[in-house]
């Protein structure tokens, strides 16, 4: 499906899109680099504070990026 962008930057969807498509005309658009992905909001799964908050409770000494970025090829190799 071809859309237009508008000069007011709306996007303009041509033909009738299902009503379970679309809740209450809620969008995600996602980048990914080349491409767009536009997806009801319905269908984003809602992110809990536990499952963002990383390390801001780290209470350690400071780590130099040369020790994060070593850490976190440690951990990619890891979940190979």
């Known amino acids: 499906m071809n859309v237009k962008l508008s000069t007011k930057g709306q996007l303009i ?38 499952d963002v908050i990383g390390c801001v409770g ?4 400071r780590l130099s990026l040369e020790q994060m970025e070593a850490g976190i090829a440690y951990g990619a190799l890891r979940t190979r």
């Open 13 to 50: 969807i041509p033909g009738p899109i299902p009503p379970p498509r679309l809740e209450r005309g809620r969008l995600v658009i996602e980048d990914r680099g080349d491409y767009l992905v536009i997806r009801s909001a319905s269908e984003v799964p809602r992110t809990k504070l536990n």
């Open 58 to 61: 780290y209470r350690g000494s």
